[in-house]
């Protein structure tokens, strides 16, 4: 019998079915996508690089109180998840000024945002993902007051445990990006932490080593993320 179908495949992820209902199988691909979808490359290692990456963060959440999806490593660049219902909207936490903050309301990129920012996004990339409020996400139904409190009170926790783990390594966590769903045992944080959807940078020097780097055509991404996968400890398997 078979028992993995492809369910649904994203820019950078594909997520099968499993022999357990409640799990997926989550493939973290090479492809690396940018302004919606309209820029699109191949980086090799970089699935793989973001798996283990993935799992470490999600790991330390966990053991501190951010309850997620992540359930274990399957291979190298796949991970077993439980299998969540979506919620449409992203939610972006900042420390630093930078991208569409910038952009938006004309501040000056690197400034220290006291207390941090929180924003919401619907997910549509054919509207290149608006952005959006409580209102809007409680007329249109995408979510729930319980979501939206929840969804904001881990995002916080979120930072509070990974802005000191950065820290630690010498490494700034400027904003990030994160996705809810829910599943029988409450609302979990689901889809990915990587590089892919955050700003890190060094510390000292400022050097971008996230996927800026590949919006910004700087070279070397996948090395960028995996500076910041050592600095962290994360062991990631010798490729010849
Ligand atoms: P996108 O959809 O933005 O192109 P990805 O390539 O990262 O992004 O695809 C992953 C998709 O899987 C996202 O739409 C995300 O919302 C969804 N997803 C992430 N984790 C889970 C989960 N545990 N259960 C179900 N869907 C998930
Ligand atoms: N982000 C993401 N997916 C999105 C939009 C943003 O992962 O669809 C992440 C992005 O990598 C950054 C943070 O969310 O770490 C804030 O992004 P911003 O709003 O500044 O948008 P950008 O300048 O990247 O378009």
Redo the contacts with the bound molecule.
Sequence with gaps: METQKLLYTGKAKSLYTTEHPDQLLCVFRNDTSAFDGRKIEQLERKGMVNNYFNAFIMQKLAENGVPNHFVKIAKDDASIVKRLDMIPV?C?VRNYA????CRRLGIEAGLELTPPTFEF?LKNDELH?PMVNDSLILTFKWATQQDIDQMKKYAFAVNEVLKKLFLDAGLLLV???LEFGRHESGLLLGDEFSP????IWDAKTKKVL??DRFRKEMGDVVEGYEEVAQRLGIKLPQVA
Excluded: I, N, P
């Excluded at 892919?196 to 700003?199: E, L, P, T």
């Design positions: 992203e972006v930078a991208g569409s903050l996004f993902d904003d990030y990006k892919d959807g955050c700003r996230d996927k």
